[in-house]
């Protein structure tokens, strides 16, 4: 009996062990299903794929590309970044078989990370054109120079960068530089009419001044020679050219800052004329003359003494005399004062009337 019962147990027992077995090798083979490269044990690494960290269904991977003589080489769109493993997992990525392999087997979870090997830079150039055609790729990580020329009379004013990506303009070499591109970027570049200025320096006169005006516009200023001096003499810097009429500087189109200077040279004083026209026969002129020249500012005057029996009358074309002045032996003597215009008189001989 005792026998008996003993077959039975072993058998049981027997049963059991297999069942545990079978059970055993259904549970590794699901997990080599999922990691078909991992040994046939219970152990698993699952894998978790992010290109630029966004989680992707499965690893990037470079396409094959074909060159002219038919060979067939990866082409380089990503990049193995860096990988995070639980439970002290580390572990090594191959370039060249683009491969994974930890350096131990045990359970963990593993993230491989990706980036893209090239980026898109996107120009939106205002008031000035781009060297380069957008999009314009750029390698990963590495500074780039774009070459940028502002439209005429244009300067500078600012760029801005998505994800505030910092871009600094060199104005002698008319570039922009974008240091350690690491991701794409749309910058907007935008240049200015350029704001200039003249500096006004006047040499014996007033108007010592500085003016500002935007690229192309017109400029003036008030300028005024000195009591004495006159005749400007204008000279300006970068090719500037200016006028000079009423008293004004003008510069009609101003295309670049620029330095004036206004020199009046000490003036000679005017001359005006003190002249007689239609002298009659019967009047004589016993001071003075037909055609004075007086300087500015100076007096002037003549005699005349008409015949005996006669009158003389003097039109000065409305100009009066300053003061008329009738002598013992029957001249008059007419005197203009601080002559500042030319002055022409005629005169007209009439027989008195008792």
């Known amino acids: 009996m005792k026998n008996k019962i003993g077959i039975a147990l ?22 080599v299903e999922k990691n078909p490269n991992l040994p046939n044990n219970e152990n698993k690494i699952t894998y978790e794929y992010y290109l630029e960290d966004e989680l992707q269904e499965q690893m990037p991977v470079n396409p094959d590309i074909t060159n002219e003589d038919g060979t067939v080489t990866k082409d380089n769109v990503y990049r193995f970044s860096r990988y995070v493993c639980t439970n002290d997992v580390t572990g ?37 054109v781009a060297a380069d055609v957008n999009p314009i790729k750029v390698e990963r990580e590495s500074d780039r ?45 935008i240049f200015g009419t350029q704001d200039l200025k003249v500096d006004i320096t006047v040499k014996n006169g007033n108007g010592t001044t500085t003016e500002t ?8 200023a008030i300028v005024q020679p000195s009591e004495g001096y006159g005749n400007p003499k204008i000279e300006c810097t970068n090719n500037q050219q200016a006028t000079f009429a009423d008293n004004k500087l003008s510069i009609e189109k101003l295309t670049d800052s620029t330095k004036c200077t206004v020199t009046f040279s000490e003036a000679a004083p005017s001359t005006y004329k003190l002249s007689i026209i239609n002298i009659p026969n019967e009047v004589t002129i016993t001071q003075g003359s037909n055609g004075q020249d007086i300087q500015e500012g100076k007096d002037g005057g003549f005699t005349l003494k008409p015949a005996d029996g006669y009158d003389l009358a003097l039109d000065c074309g409305g100009v009066a005399p300053s003061s008329t002045t009738v002598n013992s032996d029957g001249s008059i003597t007419y005197n203009f004062l601080a002559i500042k215009n030319n002055i022409t008189c005629s005169v007209t001989a009439s027989l008195k009337t008792n």
């Open 10 to 31: 072993i058998a049981v027992l027997f049963v059991a062990s297999s069942a545990a077995a079978a059970t055993g090798y259904i549970y590794d083979s699901k997990r």
């Open 92 to 128: 090594e990525f191959n370039n060249e078989t683009w491969t994974f392999t930890p350096s131990e087997e045990k359970e963990s979870n593993c993230s491989l990370y990706f980036v893209n090997s090239f980026y898109d830079v996107t120009l939106d150039v205002r008031g000035g």
């Open 145 to 189: 120079d774009f070459i940028i020329t502002p439209d005429e009379g244009h300067e500078f004013k600012e760029v801005t960068c998505t994800n505030g990506k910092e871009a600094k303009w060199d104005q002698s070499t008319n570039t922009l530089n974008i240091s350690a591109i690491t991701e794409n970027l749309a910058c907007t570049v």
């Open 213 to 220: 005006a935007g690229y192309g516009e017109s400029v003036s």
